[in-house]
């Protein structure tokens, strides 16, 4: 498993029924996560001392309690760091905050193998449903120029908002509002290419003519039109999944077959977790697979 466990603005406090206790810099908030199936074991002292609390609601979405933080705090949100990125974290209407924790541990894969490659050219970098922009910004830090792509406007503009809060507001990113599928089908059509690709797909969506589509039956594809737009010289391809029936392995042998036997290469894939603070355990929060040409 991949661990993220540089944060120390974030922390994963305790897990139990169902919940997460969690510290975001002063904050502490309980959000539901359906992978904790552990009962019983609420030994923090936060678990009655929070700072509010996202309740499910039967029929679909929830809400908040505020308890000891004032509600213009969690409407306005508050900034924390990870390394040398800074990001707004707002509490949202569907228990998210606008940052995965865990997703660090690929940010710093990013960082690391685009801090080696700018040192002998330039790397663009395809950022496919972009969200608010954590990816985008790694790679931009290392040196990429970055298209980031996501079908919400909303999360385009965050996603600009955490760029400023991180000093890459003048960083070579392209922010596109569009449909990730029928962006990189035009960008086949245009001949574009990029040297790496990253893709953190919802498990589920709508498609441009507001059809429902489910990640399990159109990833295979979504991969396939993914391997057109990877330059000669490219560096890796990144693809998260939190969708249950898409294991690591899943996504693995996906990239073996688009990628690997076309281009060479090899490919690792692993579940990635956050570490549990309480009781040293590690949370499992998806799970990823990474291309890499050399």
Same mark, same amino acid.
């Given at each position: 498993?991949?661990?993220?466990?540089?944060?120390?603005?974030?922390?994963?406090?305790?897990?139990?029924?169902?919940?997460?206790?969690?510290?975001?810099?002063?904050?502490?908030?309980?959000?539901?996560?359906?992978?904790?199936?552990?009962?019983?074991?609420?030994?923090?002292?936060?678990?009655?001392?929070?700072?509010?609390?996202?309740?499910?609601?039967?029929?679909?979405?929830?809400?908040?309690?505020?308890?000891?933080?004032?509600?213009?705090?969690?409407?306005?949100?508050?900034?924390?760091?990870?390394?040398?990125?800074?990001?707004?974290?707002?509490?949202?209407?569907?228990?998210?905050?606008?940052?995965?924790?865990?997703?660090?541990?690929?940010?710093?894969?990013?960082?690391?193998?685009?801090?080696?490659?700018?040192?002998?050219?330039?790397?663009?970098?395809?950022? =496919?449903? %972009?969200? &608010?922009? !954590?990816?985008? +910004?790694?790679?931009?830090? /290392?040196?990429?120029?970055?298209?980031? *792509?996501? $079908?919400?406007?909303?999360?385009?503009?965050?996603?600009?908002?955490?760029?400023?809060?991180?000093?890459?507001?003048?960083?070579?990113?392209?922010?596109?509002?569009?449909?990730?599928?029928?962006?990189?089908?035009?960008?086949?059509?245009?001949?574009?290419?990029?040297?790496?690709?990253?893709?953190?797909?919802?498990?589920?969506?709508?498609?441009?003519?507001?059809?429902?589509?489910?990640?399990?039956?159109?990833?295979?594809?979504?991969?396939?039109?993914?391997?057109?737009?990877?330059?000669?010289?490219?560096?890796?391809?990144?693809?998260?999944?939190?969708?249950?029936? =898409?294991? %690591?392995? &899943?996504? !693995?042998?996906? +990239?073996?077959?688009?990628? /690997?036997?076309?281009?060479?290469?090899? *490919?690792? $894939?692993?579940?990635?977790?956050?570490?549990?603070?309480?009781?040293?355990?590690?949370?499992?929060?998806?799970?990823?697979?990474?291309?890499?040409?050399?």
């Amino acid at each position: 498993m991949w661990r993220s466990e540089d944060f120390i603005d974030y922390e994963l406090l305790d897990a139990s029924d169902g919940e997460r206790l969690e510290r975001w810099k002063d904050v502490i908030l309980i959000r539901p996560d359906p992978q904790i199936i552990w009962h019983g074991r609420r030994n923090h002292p936060m678990w009655k001392n929070y700072s509010a609390r996202y309740h499910r609601s039967k029929n679909g979405g929830g809400s908040w309690e505020f308890k000891n933080i004032k509600k213009n705090l969690l409407d306005e949100g508050w900034d924390i760091s990870y390394k040398n990125l800074k990001f707004r974290v707002r509490p949202t209407g569907f228990k998210h905050t606008g940052v995965f924790p865990e997703q660090a541990v690929n940010w710093d894969f990013a960082i690391e193998t685009i801090s080696e490659a700018v040192k002998k050219r330039p790397v663009s970098v395809l950022n =496919l449903f %972009a969200y &608010t922009g !954590g990816a985008t +910004l790694a790679c931009a830090s /290392a040196g990429a120029s970055v298209c980031h *792509v996501d $079908a919400s406007k909303g999360m385009v503009a965050w996603a600009k908002e955490n760029a400023t809060l991180s000093g890459l507001r003048e960083a070579p990113v392209r922010y596109i509002v569009d449909d990730c599928k029928k962006f990189l089908e035009r960008e086949i059509r245009r001949g574009h290419k990029y040297d790496a690709l990253i893709m953190d797909p919802p498990s589920y969506g709508r498609g441009p003519s507001g059809e429902l589509w489910r990640l399990e039956d159109d990833v295979d594809d979504l991969i396939a039109l993914c391997s057109q737009v990877i330059s000669d010289d490219a560096l890796f391809v990144l693809v998260n999944s939190y969708t249950t029936g =898409l294991s %690591a392995s &899943t996504v !693995g042998y996906l +990239l073996e077959l688009h990628f /690997a036997s076309k281009f060479g290469g090899r *490919v690792e $894939a692993q579940e990635i977790g956050i570490p549990v603070s309480t009781t040293g355990g590690t949370l499992p929060a998806g799970s990823s697979a990474r291309w890499m040409k050399n």
